[in-house]
């Protein structure tokens, strides 16, 4: 087996010798891979199994008898389980009554539910405590309740689901849109009754796609950093904050390391299962001519029901949004309510330098990104090369790793020489590039699939090397798909934080940073102008590529996501 | 230029089954001359597409060797190879317009902007293209993107060219005024070419000579006549048309060849066959449909058979019968004038003869 295994590589390795650039990108793309993806995750993996330079298992041990870390555990993997079931249940409701119902101002239930995939994941924390904290708007001074117990459990899972359903929202929506409505009518007419038919037909369609979405909330829950950090508390220990507090609080790198395995471990088996068994499981409903459907598979009252749920959840995220908004034009939240633009003064006087800084960063890393993205998918897809499947593997690992653990992981590797980039520029744009690759990967491969080889090999018989195949015919072809994966990429960067946090310094600061920061300080009005500030250069980010996509192309050729 | 299959084999890996190898193509030699167009046919998963990529070297052959004029080309890379393929599927590139996918082989060469454009607009003339030259690929009709993927191949003046079932994607009135097109065309320039098709008319119609493969093997190698007439085994005789195997067995082998052979109540003397017999030989005799008179009558000792007819169908021009012969064997005939043989009807018992001019000899 090896042996023929051996010897087809041999074949490989001779034809791409022909090829010298192509042997050159193929080479230094595995070797970045491993530089950067690799390396950092086996030194997290090092420096908790061998605290001392020797094997042994006491750092674990000593992580596991702590009575706290333990439940830290426990807290995560609960807060994972439940934002999942939560959140995939908030979203399905959205994603079944906008596609399968005609109830009105669909477009803007799409809009609402879209908005909190594009802001900074810890919105819903920082709003929560405006609205419900000590001072809280609705604690205080609607309700004059003292002491909600905001901070812990409670608060956490509802900023969560708020932030993580829309997730599901997406996908659901596109699992329920592939569904013909067809389906359901047929069943209709064989007599079923609506609920039969949704409980019969409808749902185990969409089941595949629930697992699916359930399994990314976990995972996302579990690796996220921002709102536990605001909102946990020190009653409900979360092994994200957890890690980050061993390591920059006590500087205990071993602890903060398996602490950060720990993490790693339920994320990165989860998110293979969602990866290579759920996403294969799904159905293909056939179809003929597409019909339009005269959505009769939800009831008059049903569908009057669900519009109110909907409503509920919609007002729900626009207090959300109000309170950032309001709290960041007023002089005091909760005390003095007189308009102001003093936050914004201060946030272009101390904080410019981060907006700056992130500008930089995402506006650099991520197109590199994006370009690496769709030259890893052309060669995974088109070419045949030995380790192509550890290309493909280790390229898509950083969806699956929690920024927490790559934050820790370029700390311990690249604190000294000859790879000495901690506090500098470089290790804030490689991580951010080597985060967000998987995501050109992904719109990359779906586009390559679409387009025949055939025009490829046309361009190579009409005498065209590789690299002007390359450049001539396949670029030309998957220009659509970089830039959608351009704006998804670009949003993550401008909203990261679990990673980054470990690696900002006083030279380079991050605007996520900056409102973390800001929030612990408790100036939530400047916390709450600087998340404005974001959200609004994300939103002209994102007009801007679409601009230059519909002027160049005419129409939005987007695979990841639909505004 | 002349180009040279010598032993050539592909075999695959099974995509499915690691283990598992598939042989593609086994031992084919072909030689093909300066000028002239070859087709492949065979049924689906014959190996035509293997064989025709690895003349266009998008596959390596496991064995063999491709030579183009004088040269071993096994090395050559398929953007340095003089062939030019029209793909099934025309391959044209969809973010270019009609003209700047002719110009793409020139503008690779290098080949300067002015000359580039006369010689597309020459080219686009020749093929009745003129109109097209800004249109976008997905504004074209079947037949007119069969052309620009044609004239795009054309313009580089390839020593080969290679079609890959070109009009498979076509309507068959398109399909009829196409092939005469193409072939037109390549005459016209003199390209040495190669045709894949599973269309016997198609490869009738537009080749000097027909390679019949089968399972990876080539099975014949002739002229459109010597394929359709002195098939070389059974497969051929098959594959190509309506036919009948009657058994017979060979009575003597004479001096100039010929074979005399016993075929039902009768003997005749046949000139054409395959192989070598002797006396006592078993072997079929190969016959057409349209090559057996049917006489009705009883009993007729003159001729081959006496038989049953089972079925008759009426077209017009002319009547296909199946006649049942002996209780059991069906032999298929057609006749060519209804109006003065007359039109028999099933269980009508007619006699079944024909010119031995008209039939070969198989091994069984
Ligand atoms: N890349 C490949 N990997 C494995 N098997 C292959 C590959 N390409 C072709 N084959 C196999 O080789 C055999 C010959 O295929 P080929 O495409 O040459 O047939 P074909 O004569 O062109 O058929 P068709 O008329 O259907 O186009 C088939 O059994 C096919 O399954
Ligand atoms: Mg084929």
Not at chain 1, 533 to 550: D, E, G, P, Q
Not at chain 2, 33 to 40: K, P
Not at chain 2, 92 to 116: C, M, R, T, Y
Request: net charge positive; glycine share 8%.
């Amino acid at each position: 087996m090896s042996d023929t295994w051996g010897r087809r590589s041999l074949r490989q390795l001779r034809q791409i010798a022909n090829d010298p650039l192509l042997l050159i990108v193929i080479l230094v793309i595995l070797a970045s891979l491993v530089l950067f993806i690799i390396y950092p995750l086996s030194k997290v993996i090092i420096t908790s199994f061998l605290p001392d330079g020797k094997f042994s298992f006491s750092v674990f041990k000593e992580v596991f008898s702590s009575w706290y870390l333990r439940q830290a555990f426990y807290n995560s993997i609960m807060m994972g389980i439940l934002t999942a079931v939560a959140g995939v249940g908030v979203g399905f409701v959205f994603a079944f009554t906008l596609a399968r119902t005609d109830i009105p101002f669909k477009k803007f239930f799409h809009l609402i539910a879209i908005i909190p995939i594009i802001s900074p994941p810890f919105i819903g924390a920082l709003s929560i405590i405006m609205l419900f904290g000590n001072n809280g708007f609705i604690s205080d001074h609607l309700l004059h309740l003292q002491n909600i117990k905001i901070y812990g459990f409670r608060g956490l899972l509802f900023a969560q689901v708020v932030t993580f359903f829309p997730v599901a929202y997406i996908t659901l929506r596109g699992v329920l849109d592939s569904i013909s409505p067809t389906l359901e009518d047929a069943a209709l007419d064989l007599g079923g009754t609506r609920f039969k038919v949704f409980r019969r037909v409808t749902l185990p369609l969409a089941l595949p796609g629930i697992a699916s979405a359930m399994l990314i909330l976990f995972v996302e829950t579990l690796a996220d950093f921002g709102n536990p950090l605001i909102l946990a508390g020190s009653q409900f220990p979360i092994l994200s904050v957890q890690a980050y507090l061993q390591i920059t609080g006590m500087y205990d790198l071993p602890k903060g390391s398996a602490l950060a395995l720990i993490l790693l471990v339920p994320s990165i088996s989860v998110f293979f299962l969602q990866k290579y068994w759920v996403s294969r499981k799904k159905y293909v409903t056939i179809t003929g001519k597409p019909t339009s459907s005269t959505l009769k598979s939800v009831s008059p009252i049903a569908k009057w029901i669900l519009f109110a749920v909907c409503t509920f959840f919609a007002l729900t995220i626009i207090l959300i949004y109000a309170a950032i908004l309001w709290g960041a034009f007023v002089k005091v939240w909760g005390f003095n309510n007189t308009f102001t633009l003093d936050h914004f003064k201060y946030v272009f006087s101390v904080g410019f330098g981060a907006v700056k800084d992130t500008l930089i960063i995402a506006g650099i890393s991520t197109p590199i990104a994006g370009i690496l993205g769709m030259v890893i998918a052309f060669l995974v897809v088109r070419k045949e090369f030995p380790l192509k499947h550890f290309m493909e593997v280790s390229s898509m690992l950083s969806f699956a790793v929690p920024g927490t653990v790559i934050g820790i992981g370029y700390v311990l590797a690249f604190n000294s020489h000859p790879l000495l980039l901690t506090g500098t520029l470089l290790i804030l744009l490689l991580n951010f590039i080597f985060r967000y690759v998987p995501v050109g990967i992904q719109s990359g491969v779906a586009i390559l699939r679409q387009v025949d080889p055939s025009i490829e090999e046309a361009a190579i018989d009409l005498g065209a090397d590789s690299r002007s195949t390359f450049r001539r015919v396949t670029l030309p072809l998957m220009v659509p798909a970089f830039f959608s994966g351009l704006i998804f990429s670009f949003v993550r960067a401008m909203t990261a934080i679990s990673a980054v946090i470990f690696l900002v310094s006083s030279n380079w600061n991050l605007m996520t940073v900056q409102i973390m920061s800001q929030v612990e300080s408790g100036r939530l009005g400047a916390a709450a102008a600087f998340s404005v500030i974001l959200v609004l250069i994300i939103l002209a980010a994102i007009l801007i590529i679409r601009a230059i996509l519909t002027l160049k192309y005419g129409r939005f050729g987007g695979t990841t996501l639909k505004f | 230029m002349s180009l040279k299959l010598v032993n050539i084999s592909k075999i695959f890996k099974d995509p499915d089954h690691a283990n598992k190898e598939v042989v593609a193509v086994e031992d084919v030699n072909l030689e093909i001359n300066e000028g002239e167009m070859v087709s492949f046919l065979g049924p689906s998963g014959c190996g035509k597409t293997t064989t025709l990529r690895i003349v266009s070297g998008f596959e390596n052959p496991t064995t063999g060797e491709v030579w183009l004029g004088d040269k071993m080309i096994n090395d050559l890379p398929p953007n340095k190879r003089d062939t030019a393929m029209v793909f099934q599927s025309y391959a044209i590139f969809p973010h270019l317009s009609v003209g700047q996918n002719i110009a793409f082989g020139l503008e690779l060469k290098g080949v300067k902007a002015d000359i580039v454009k006369k010689e597309v607009e020459a080219i686009m003339a020749t093929m009745n293209l003129t109109e097209l030259y800004n249109r976008s690929p997905d504004q074209l009709s079947g037949g007119q993107q069969q052309r620009v993927a044609l004239a795009r191949s054309i313009i580089n003046k390839p020593s080969v060219l290679l079609f890959d079932e070109p009009l498979s994607n076509l309507d068959a009135k398109l399909r009829d005024l196409m092939r005469f097109e193409i072939r037109r065309i390549q005459q016209s320039f003199g390209i040495t070419s190669i045709y894949v098709t599973h269309d016997q008319a198609e490869a009738m119609t537009v080749s000097d000579r027909i390679v019949v493969m089968n399972e990876g093997h080539i099975m014949q190698v002739g002229t459109p006549f010597e394929i359709y007439s002195h098939p070389a085994n059974k497969f051929v005789a098959d594959f190509i048309g309506r036919v009948n195997f009657l058994d017979s067995i060979v009575e003597e082998k004479n001096k100039d060849g010929k074979y005399l052979v016993h075929i039902g109540k009768n003997v005749k003397l046949i000139n054409s066959s395959t192989g070598n017999f002797t006396k006592g030989d078993k072997v079929l005799t190969v016959i057409r449909p349209e090559s057996l008179t049917v006489s009705i009558g009883e009993k007729d000792s003159g001729s081959v058979y006496n038989g049953v007819v089972e079925k008759a169908v009426y077209l017009g021009a002319t009547v296909e019968y199946d006649i049942m012969v002996d209780g059991r064997e069906i032999i298929s005939a057609v006749t060519h004038n209804p109006v003065i043989e007359g039109v028999f009807k099933s269980g009508d018992r007619v006699n079944i003869d024909f010119d031995p001019a008209a039939a070969h000899l198989l091994g069984e």
